[in-house]
């Protein structure tokens, strides 16, 4: 079965310094990897995805993530970040195959200091 | 793209009560998912909502329970039956256009449920 591991459960940093979110998967298909963004009391945003190509991918609020096959990562970074960009990440992955389900990791808390 | 509502955006009941959550879609779409977010916790899929057929669900999760209703391609409701407690979580509803064969989903603002 398909999994999704956030290995850190809260991250903080200060505003204007750089980012990123882990994000590890297993599964035996190939991927369909996506990052959303749930700010507080909010659904989910898409933020970005990756099916296939080139493996650094770009998204919105300059957010990007890099897909590493050898190392089943795809990890959100982004160079400066800004108050606004304190919310909870979620990586989720699906498959090729049709009607797969989207499975969600457990999610990243973002907390942002001045 | 799909923009998605729900109503209510937020509700506190009465354990024992029911309470049925509204899912509208601004284009006609085949696939629709129900998902429950527990506090604090991530997003857990209780059932696929197809128009046309009746609703698949997942493991733990029961019709008698959580009843869903899908009379056509830009609306759903999921009912949440005899709540507890435990019941208390955000609900959202997700969408799956179609647009690309990659599974892509698109979510809702959820519906946040307080039980007492």
């Known amino acids: 079965a398909q999994s999704v591991t956030q290995p850190d459960i809260h991250i903080t940093v200060s505003e204007g310094a750089s980012l990123e979110l882990r994000c590890n998967y297993s599964?035996?298909?190939?991927?369909?990897l996506f990052w959303y963004v749930q700010s507080p009391g909010q659904g989910l945003q898409l933020l970005l995805k990756?099916?296939?190509?080139?493996?650094l991918v770009q998204g919105i609020k300059g957010f990007e993530a890099e897909f590493k096959r050898s190392q089943s990562s795809f990890n959100l970074r982004k160079p400066s970040v800004h108050w606004s960009d304190a919310a909870e990440y979620f990586c989720?992955?699906?498959?090729?195959?049709?009607?797969?389900?989207?499975?969600f990791g457990t999610g990243t808390r973002l907390t942002i200091i001045p | 793209s799909a923009v998605i509502s729900q109503k209510p955006s937020r509700d506190i009941c009465q354990r024992g009560t029911s309470l049925t959550i509204q899912c509208q879609v601004d284009?006609?779409?085949?696939?629709m998912f129900w998902y429950r977010q527990q506090p604090g916790q991530s997003l857990t899929l209780i059932a696929t909502?197809?128009?046309?057929?009746?609703?698949?669900?997942e493991s733990g999760f029961v019709i008698d329970k959580f009843p869903i209703s899908r009379p056509n391609l830009t609306f759903s409701t999921l009912t949440v039956s005899n709540m507890s407690p435990e019941d208390s979580s955000i609900y959202l509803c997700?969408?799956?256009?179609?647009?690309?064969?990659?599974?892509?989903?698109?979510f809702g603002p959820g519906t946040r449920l307080t039980v007492l």
């Open positions: 997700s969408v799956d256009p179609g647009e690309s064969p990659y599974n892509e989903q698109f």
């Open positions: 599964y035996g298909a190939t991927p369909y």
């Open positions: 990756y099916f296939s190509g080139d493996t």
């Open positions: 989720a992955v699906t498959s090729n195959f049709g009607n797969e389900k989207l499975t």
């Open positions: 284009s006609q779409v085949t696939m």
């Open positions: 909502a197809n128009q046309g057929s009746e609703a698949t669900y």
